[in-house]
C-alpha cells in the first residue's frame, strides 16, 4: 500500500477585515486552524507532520483542543460543533447544533467539562455553553445585541466566562450555570477578541479601535490599558498570553504584531515589535496570532505563518505559506524532480522541495487568475480567464518579465512540445491555438466542441479530445494539422491526455470515470478496463520509467495502474484529497505527488508489491 509520506499543508483561510482563530495543544507544539472544510493538525517542530481531519460537511472556522489535549471541538459556518478524538483516526465522540448561524470562537472550560461557543445567531441567541458530553445547556447568555466574535473561559475557579462583539461591549457572566453579571462599554468599535492570563486573574479585550484593555479576572472590573505609546496603528485582531502570563502578543492590519510586558497592576508596554517579511501588501495584513510555547505564531491575510522564537525575539522568523484554494496542477522539474510547481487558480504558484517543504511562492508581476498551467526548465507558461496566455521566465525562485498573448478564447488545455517549448498548443472550445513564443502561429477551427489535447514532445503530433469521447489524433507539418486517426473507446467528454516519458503509450482519461493506455504505434488500446473511479477523472501522470500511470478524480482518489498487469491488480489511495484530486506527478520510480481541491499538496511513497 502507498505510504502517506509527507503532507505540505494548505494555510488557514482567511478573509478581509476578519481575525481568524488559531489555537495551541496543552501536551505538544501542535496548532490547529482551520481552511474549508478541513481542520488542519500542524506539528511547529515539524511542519511536514500535518494531519487534517475533513469530516465537517460546511466550512469550519474554529477548533480547540480540550484542556487534557485528548479531544478536539471544531465549529463551523452552520452552528455546528464537532467533538472528536486526537487519536485513533479521529473518532467522533458527538456533534451539536448549538448556534443557528456561523460560530466565530469556542472555549473549553478549564476542567474539560463545558464549552462555550459564540457566532451568529437569530433572535438574541449569539453566546451558548453547553455540557460536552449531553449538550445540556449550562446558562443564559443576554446582553449582546448583535454577532458575538470571541469568548473565553476563566482558567481557574470560580468560573467566569467572558464575550465580546460587533455590538463593542465585553460582557462578563459568573455561573455554572452562567448569568450576565456586567457589561463594559470601553471601546469605540467591533472588540475581536478577548482572552483570559493562564491564572485567570486578568482578562484581555482588544478592537477594531486600535486598543487593549485590561480587566481583573475575579470582578470583571477594567484595571487597565496597552500604552498607545509605540502602540498599533491598525484593527487589531487578535491577542494570546505568554504561558507565565507576563506578557502579550497582538496582531494587526498594521502588518505588525507586538509582544506587551503586562505589570503587575495591568497595563501593557511595548517590548518589542515584530515585522513579517513580505511585500507590504494588503495580503501582509496579520489576522491571528497565537503564543504557543517557545513559539510566536502569527497569521497574515495572505495566510503566511511566520514563526518567531519566544527566547529570541531578534532571530528572524521561519515562514510557512502554502495554497488557500483549491491545487488545480502540478509540474515537477526533469532537471531536477524533486522541486514541485503548483499552482491555484487565484494565481499562486509556489514552489516545494520534496523532503523539505515550502521553498517560497513565485511571484509573477501580472498575477492574474490561473487556468492552466505548464512549467519546463526556466519557463513557466499559464493561461487565465482573460483569454490570455502567458510565458514567464524563471530561476530558481525569481520570476521574470512575462510575455502574454491574446488568443482570442478561454483556454481549455495547453500542452508544451518539451524537445521544444517554445511551440504550445493551446485548445479552445471550438479548436486549437498554435504558439511559438508568444506568436500565434495558427488558430484552428476543428468542427467539435474540444475539451483536452496534448502535444507530442517533438512537436510533430497532437492528440485531441472532444465532448463526445473521440480521440482526434493530427501530425502537425510546419503550421498545420492532418488529421490521421479518430479513436473511439470513451463513453464520455475527454477529460486529460499524456503521452508517456518514451513517447511509445499515451494515456486518457474521461468524464465517465474511464482511462485508457493506448500504443502509440498501432493506435491500439493496451490496457482497458480501467474503470474503478466513481466520478469525473481530472488529471493523469505517467511514471518515470513508463511502467505506471496513475490517474486522480473528483471521487477523492488516486488509482495507480500498472501497464503489464491487468487493471484489476490496481493500487488505490482513498480519500487523498478531500473534494476530489486535480493535479498528479511522479517525482521518481517510488513517489507519486497529488494536489486537490483541499488546497494540500501530498508526497505518496509506492512500496513495491
Not at 473521440?470 to 503521452?499: N, P, Q
Request: charged fraction near 20%; include cysteine.
Amino acid at each position: 500500500m502507498p505510504q502517506l509520506a509527507e503532507t505540505y499543508a494548505c494555510v488557514p483561510s482567511t478573509e478581509r477585515g476578519r481575525g481568524i482563530l488559531i489555537s495551541g495543544s496543552p501536551k505538544s507544539n501542535a496548532i490547529l486552524y482551520t481552511n474549508g472544510r478541513s481542520v488542519i493538525i500542524l506539528n511547529l517542530d515539524n511542519p511536514l507532520d500535518v494531519s487534517v481531519y475533513a469530516e465537517h460537511a460546511y466550512p469550519a472556522t474554529v477548533a480547540r483542543f480540550s484542556p487534557n489535549g485528548e479531544w478536539i471541538a471544531s465549529a463551523d459556518v452552520s452552528g455546528a460543533v464537532r467533538i472528536w478524538g486526537t487519536h485513533n483516526d479521529f473518532v467522533l465522540k458527538k456533534e451539536f447544533k448549538v448556534l443557528s448561524g456561523r460560530i466565530d470562537d469556542l472555549q473549553w472550560s478549564p476542567d474539560g467539562m463545558r464549552i462555550v461557543a459564540c457566532g451568529e445567531g437569530k433572535g438574541k441567541s449569539f453566546v451558548r455553553a453547553f455540557m460536552w458530553d449531553s449538550g445540556t445547556n449550562v446558562g443564559e447568555f443576554d446582553g449582546h445585541s448583535r454577532r458575538v466574535l470571541s469568548c473565553a473561559f476563566k482558567p481557574t475557579r470560580p468560573f467566569r466566562i467572558v464575550t465580546c462583539g460587533e455590538d463593542f461591549l465585553v460582557n462578563f457572566y459568573e455561573g455554572p450555570p452562567f448569568k450576565f453579571k456586567l457589561s463594559h462599554r470601553d471601546h469605540s468599535n467591533f472588540v475581536n477578541c478577548v482572552r483570559f492570563s493562564p491564572d485567570g486573574s486578568k482578562f484581555l479585550s482588544v478592537s477594531s479601535d486600535k486598543k487593549g484593555i485590561l480587566f481583573d479576572g475575579k470582578s470583571g472590573e477594567k484595571i487597565g490599558e496597552l500604552s498607545s505609546e509605540d502602540g498599533h496603528k491598525g484593527t487589531i485582531y487578535a491577542v494570546s498570553w505568554s504561558p507565565n502570563g507576563k506578557q502579550v502578543l497582538t496582531a494587526s492590519a498594521d502588518k505588525s504584531a507586538k509582544v506587551w510586558d503586562i505589570t503587575e497592576d495591568g497595563n501593557g508596554k511595548v517590548k518589542k515589535t515584530l515585522t513579517c517579511p513580505g511585500s507590504g501588501g494588503v495580503e501582509d495584513m496579520l489576522v491571528g496570532c497565537l503564543w504557543q510555547n517557545d513559539y510566536l505564531v502569527v497569521v497574515s491575510l495572505g495566510g503566511t505563518i511566520s514563526i518567531f522564537s519566544a527566547s529570541d525575539l531578534d532571530k528572524a522568523p521561519l515562514c510557512l505559506s502554502g495554497h488557500m484554494k483549491n491545487v488545480a496542477s502540478l509540474s515537477v522539474l526533469k532537471s531536477n524532480p524533486k522541486v514541485i510547481l503548483s499552482s491555484s487558480y487565484d494565481g499562486l504558484i509556489v514552489k516545494w522541495i520534496q523532503g523539505i517543504g515550502y521553498n517560497g511562492k513565485l511571484q509573477r508581476k501580472e498575477n492574474s487568475q490561473i487556468k492552466c498551467f505548464a512549467a519546463v526548465e526556466e519557463e513557466i507558461v499559464t493561461s487565465g480567464f482573460d483569454n490570455k496566455v502567458w510565458r514567464v521566465p524563471f530561476n530558481g525562485d525569481q520570476c521574470g518579465d512575462a510575455d502574454s498573448v491574446d488568443i482570442g478564447s478561454q483556454p481549455k488545455d495547453l500542452s508544451l512540445a518539451l524537445h521544444s517549448p517554445e511551440l504550445a498548443l493551446v485548445s479552445t472550445d471550438s479548436g486549437v491555438v498554435m504558439l511559438r513564443g508568444t506568436k500565434i502561429v495558427s488558430t484552428i477551427n476543428l468542427g467539435f466542441p474540444v475539451t483536452a489535447s496534448v502535444i507530442a514532445p517533438d512537436g510533430s503530433e497532437a492528440i485531441i479530445g472532444g465532448q463526445d469521447g473521440k480521440l482526434h489524433i493530427y501530425s502537425i507539418t510546419g503550421d498545420t494539422l492532418t488529421e490521421d486517426a479518430v479513436l473511439e473507446k470513451h463513453r464520455g467528454a475527454v477529460t486529460v491526455i499524456r503521452y508517456s516519458p518514451d513517447v511509445s503509450m499515451f494515456a486518457s482519461g474521461d468524464a465517465n470515470r474511464e482511462a485508457v493506455v493506448w500504443d502509440r504505434a498501432s493506435r491500439e488500446v493496451k490496457l482497458k478496463n480501467m474503470l474503478y473511479h466513481t466520478a469525473r477523472i481530472n488529471c493523469l501522470a505517467w511514471s518515470p520509467d513508463n511502467s505506471m500511470v496513475a490517474t486522480g478524480s473528483l471521487d477523492t482518489c488516486v488509482i495507480i495502474y500498472d501497464i503489464d498487469k491487468p487493471a484489476s491488480s490496481r493500487t488505490t489511495i482513498k480519500g487523498a484529497h478531500l473534494g476530489g484530486v486535480y493535479g498528479l506527478a511522479f517525482t521518481d520510480q517510488q513517489s507519486v505527488v497529488s494536489s486537490g481541491e483541499d488546497a494540500c499538496v501530498r508526497v505518496w511513497r509506492l512500496t513495491p508489491q
